[in-house]
């Protein structure tokens, strides 16, 4: 039986997401965006609304919901604003889900009850600043020295490392070479604060201005043993399965900016009169709206099939990666044409559609970029 109707449960989740993301986000998220400011107090709020906590089990101050109910609440944030909706996605399916998923039951019980309240946030340290599609090509190593990881090498690009609820980063390392001669990666957890940990400044970005990313540097960084999050050599594996799952976010992340897209053409195509009528009576302007939401209906279709078969846990890896990459190019199609039926004040920073075309570009490329998306897809088909 096919049945994409959400629950009841997850309906009235999806509505509390859309009113607090249209009455707390919308009316102030203008002025971080400009000021390229991270809004603590929103992203406390988002905490206290439990949006970190979604897919955990209440045993670790979880919501006990699913990775599908992360996802929509996602959609709804992005439809208004993608800084706080990558701020959400990074702490929950980067930052906190290594440490669910691999982690000891010593280290759940330190870290995922503050995590899940927002009152901590986690990073995942992958990128480095030599190359991100290669993720294999780890030049950062750690060595074991009387009970500790020695860390040195540095991140690029490293979503909520530097903000003031940020508490640890999860990073990839090379500890060692395997039997095969190839590289050993590991993956281990360092608190804020460390020494030998520095947190860069946070760059000046095209778009997502209101969320925190920085380069980060490790110098002799010294941590217990203990941290290191599943097996010794596995890190690697584990980040791409992280990643895998991530990407049915991004798509949910992508298909919330392709509808705010729709929303505010639809609002605008009313309001704005040119040649004594409405815009919207114009076909050219109805035809660009029909396709808006054409592709964004079509697009959330691929992150609930992907969803579906996580959750049913069948293998998912080819429809993450096509929701990923089909949903992450609606975003970008409908941000120019949202921006095209605004005329010149979409070119403006008061209207959001401005903040939509300048936040579509990364979803092309966090995660896995388009062209590995294909390179995931064609070899889960057999081809090459
Ligand atoms: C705002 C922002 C936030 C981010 N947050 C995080 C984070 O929290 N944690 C983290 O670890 N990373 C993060 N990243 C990094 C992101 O995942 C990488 O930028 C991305 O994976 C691409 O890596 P790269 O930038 O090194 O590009 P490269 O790997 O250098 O790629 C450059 C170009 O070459 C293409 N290319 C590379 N190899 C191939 C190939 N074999 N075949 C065809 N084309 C190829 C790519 O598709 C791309 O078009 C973030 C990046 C940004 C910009």
Same mark, same amino acid.
């Given at each position: 039986? +096919? ?19 249209? %009455? ?25 609304? =439990?949006?970190?906590? +979604? ?39 980067? =930052? ?13 019980? %330190? ?7 927002? %009152? ?30 020695? *860390?040195?090498?540095? &991140? ?73 999050? =599943? ?10 399965? *992280? ?23 639809? &609002?605008?195509?009313? !309001? ?6 409405? *815009? ?8 660009? *709206? ?26 998912? &890896? ?5 929701? &990923? ?18 005329? =010149? ?25 388009? %062209?590995? !998306? ?11």
């Amino acid at each position: 039986m +096919l049945d994409y109707r959400l629950s009841d449960e997850t309906e009235a989740l999806r509505t509390t997401v859309r009113e607090f993301a249209r %009455e707390v986000i919308a009316p102030q998220i203008g002025e971080f965006y400009e000021r390229d400011e991270f809004p603590t107090e929103i992203v406390r709020q988002m905490g206290e609304l =439990g949006l970190f906590g +979604l897919p955990f089990p209440e045993e670790y101050g979880g919501a006990g919901g699913t990775y599908f109910d992360l996802c929509v609440a996602l959609e709804e944030l992005a439809r208004v604003d993608s800084s706080m909706a990558i701020t959400v996605e990074a702490g929950v399916s980067l =930052g906190a889900m290594p440490i669910y998923r691999f982690g000891t039951e010593e280290q759940k019980r %330190e870290w995922l009850p503050r995590l899940c309240t927002g %009152e901590a946030l986690g990073a995942f340290g992958l990128t480095e600043p030599g190359g991100g599609s290669d993720a294999g090509a780890t030049r950062t190593t750690a060595r074991l020295e009387d009970g500790h990881w020695v *860390i040195n090498g540095s &991140k690029a690009f490293i979503t909520n490392s530097g903000t003031d609820l940020t508490s640890l980063v999860t990073v990839t390392a090379v500890t060692g070479t395997k039997p095969d001669g190839k590289k050993e990666i590991s993956a281990i957890i360092v608190p804020s604060g460390t020494p030998g940990f520095t947190v860069g400044q946070r760059y000046s970005k095209v778009g997502w201005n209101a969320s925190d990313t920085r380069e980060l540097s490790f110098d002799d960084c010294r941590v217990p043993e203990e941290n290191q999050v =599943g097996e010794r050599g596995r890190g690697y594996a584990q980040f791409l399965s *992280i990643l895998d799952e991530g990407r049915i976010a991004i798509s949910a992340l992508s298909v919330g900016l392709a509808q705010g897209c729709v929303d505010e053409s639809v &609002k605008y195509a009313a !309001q704005r009169e040119a040649f004594g009528q409405p *815009i919207g009576r114009n076909q050219a302007v109805q035809f660009m *709206i029909a396709d808006m939401e054409v592709r964004a209906s079509t697009a959330r279709l691929a992150y609930y099939r992907a969803a579906e078969k996580m959750l049913r846990g069948e293998p998912f &890896k080819r429809e993450a990666s096509i929701a &990923k990459l089909y949903s992450s190019e609606v975003a970008m199609d409908n941000a120019r044409y949202a921006t095209q039926v605004h005329g =010149g004040y979409g070119f403006m920073n008061e209207f959001p559609v401005g903040r939509f075309y300048r936040d579509a570009k990364i979803l092309e490329i966090g995660e896995g970029t388009s %062209e590995v !998306q294909r390179m995931l897809i064609a070899r889960d088909l057999g081809v090459g």
